[in-house]
């Protein structure tokens, strides 16, 4: 648990692991947008990845629940958060501006970037996000190799008569923007 002294808030975080997944993870979680994800997903595409080290954390306050996943990443002296993923109602995305003000003092970690479609901006803003567009700040998106740029991803989504009403939402995991672009020989 986190206690924010200055408003009184206290927040809960769960790390979710290989042997925590099943009961850490709600079920009820995954309602909230499309494509539907599972436990069985969120095991296979991250907590098993043979390629990158993915944290993942339950963050809870009263009733409200987001389940975020990231990866840090390492650059000379500096850390960065690459949002991968974000599992919820959007209503509580607040809730990842006390997690990452608390994780990153921690962890001596530099920033967080997410790129998303299908949520409602201002819900980053009330959490502490900025859009990278309101800024003059480079916020690479390449880090195998490092480009010292910003790099814009474009998604696209087919839509039929199933999904036509669906809250379709995609994050850089949902895509090929978080896959290892390094490979190391065997």
């Known amino acids: 648990n ?3 002294n200055t408003s009184k808030i206290s927040i809960e975080f769960n790390k979710v692991t290989l042997l925590n997944y099943k009961s850490t993870i709600d ?11 599972t436990k069985k997903y969120i095991l296979n595409r991250y907590i098993l990845n043979p ?3 993915y944290q993942l954390y339950m963050i809870k306050k009263n009733n409200l629940k987001i389940f975020v996943i990231f990866r840090i990443i390492n ?7 690459k949002i991968i993923d974000l599992i919820g109602d959007q209503k509580n995305i607040k809730l990842l501006g006390m997690f990452f003000k608390k994780y ?3 962890n001596k970690i530099e920033y967080a970037d997410i790129y998303f479609n299908g949520i409602n901006e201002k819900y980053f803003k009330k959490a502490g996000f900025t859009n990278r567009y ?5 916020i690479s998106n390449s880090f195998e190799p490092y480009v010292n740029t910003n790099i814009d991803i474009y998604c696209a989504y087919r839509l039929n008569k199933s999904n036509i009403k669906k809250n379709i939402r995609l994050m850089r995991g949902d895509g090929d923007s978080d896959r290892p672009n390094k490979i190391s020989k065997i």
């Not at 079920?27 to 994800?37: A, M, V």
């Not at 650059?75 to 958060?81: A, G, H, L, P, V």
């Not at 309101?134 to 480079?138: K, M």
């Open 2 to 4: 986190y206690k924010n």
């Open 27 to 37: 079920k009820k979680i995954f309602n909230f947008s499309y494509p539907i994800k």
């Open 51 to 53: 390629f990158y080290n």
């Open 75 to 81: 650059k000379k002296k500096n850390k960065i958060i």
């Open 104 to 106: 990153m003092y921690d």
């Open 134 to 138: 309101e800024t003059n700040e480079i």
